[in-house]
């Protein structure tokens, strides 16, 4: 069975300073017509950064949509023109002030697929040094490391929950493990 939808017509229906919101009307399988509302969203990155004791590098920031603080894996958006990988450097450097001489790229995950095109590539960061943070304008978070299995712990137990985090530690654990390959950069 063929379950591919045809775009028909596009429509941007809003553009913002970092995601753009698209209407498009397609034809399903069936022939009919529906329509798809959806983000435009540049791309991510997320960094579980380990230290040589295994412990975890996290922080903890206020999310407004949520209206909480949560703890988390480093993250960041991909800017235009810039390689993922590049990507995760430049996040874990200026969110924590780490620089990593090892990098595994994990893979990556479509976190929202019903409503959002991103998608957050992972990737290990070891051997790390540490150094003085460059937060950006308007960013407060603090850096926390815990022990890799309180970290392990947390996300089981509601002290780690957003999604990003849950997926780069099951993915984290599988690595460690021997039963997800990683692509060392």
Not at 153 to 159: C, K, V, W
Request: negative net charge; charged residues 30%; aromatic residues 10%.
């Amino acid at each position: 069975m063929d379950l591919q939808e045809k775009t028909l017509e596009q429509t941007l229906v809003y553009e913002g300073g970092f995601l753009k919101v698209r209407r498009d009307t397609v034809a399903l399988p069936d022939g009919k017509e529906a329509i798809r509302e959806f983000i435009l969203h540049p791309g991510a990155v997320a960094v579980l950064a380990l230290t040589e004791d295994r412990h975890l590098v996290l922080e903890r920031q206020y999310r407004y949509p949520a209206g909480r603080e949560f703890l988390e894996i480093p993250a960041g958006k991909i800017d235009p023109d810039e390689a993922r990988e590049a990507t995760a450097r430049r996040e874990l450097f200026e969110e924590t002030g780490y620089r990593a001489s090892r990098w595994t790229y994990l893979g990556t995950s479509w976190p929202c697929i019903g409503y959002a095109n991103e998608q957050i590539s992972y990737f290990l960061a070891e051997e790390l040094q540490k150094g003085e943070r460059r937060l950006d304008e308007g960013e407060f978070l603090e850096v926390v490391t815990l022990p890799l299995e309180e970290a392990f712990r947390l996300s089981l137990e509601g002290g780690i929950c957003d999604s990003k985090s849950l997926v780069g530690l099951y993915w984290l654990r599988a690595y460690l493990e021997g039963g997800l390959k990683g692509a060392a950069l």
